[in-house]
């Protein structure tokens, strides 16, 4: 039996989102203990991990939780790069990928809403 029946995958994009969602669930809550702990960085963590599991269980109400974590990443991103640029490269390339990639995992997401449906 292979890898993608076990996990049911039948959108690699949807797999692709569950990763990113997961991954920066898991990156949120290492960095809680590093940064003493704020409570946005907690949020957005949380948030994260049950947009993680809504997409991977394919329930309706993920989209909404994907449009919230949209505007609350943007708005971290932004205020992370316009704070500090230009101070540390990897913090200002970290906030960059990191905002590309909410954008497009959450165009795909609403792209493909009707998934979540099933």
Do not use: Q
């Not at 949120?28 to 704020?38: D, E, K």
């Not at 947009?51 to 919230?68: D, E, M, Q, S």
């Not at 205020?79 to 165009?107: C, K, P, R, V």
């Amino acid at each position: 039996m292979s890898l993608k029946s076990k996990l049911k995958i039948e959108s690699v994009g949807m797999f692709a989102a569950f990763v990113f969602y997961a991954l920066v669930g898991i990156i949120c809550f290492a960095a809680l203990t590093i940064t003493n702990f704020p409570p946005h960085i907690g949020i957005i963590g949380i948030l994260s991990l049950v947009t993680a599991y809504g997409l991977f269980k394919k329930r309706v109400w993920t989209i909404w939780v994907v449009v919230a974590l949209f505007f609350i990443a943007t708005t971290f991103s932004a205020y992370t790069l316009y704070h500090a640029f230009g101070n540390d490269l990897l913090l200002d390339i970290t906030a960059i990928a990191y905002l590309i990639l909410t954008w497009i995992f959450t165009a795909y997401t609403a792209a493909k809403r009707k998934t979540l449906e099933s």
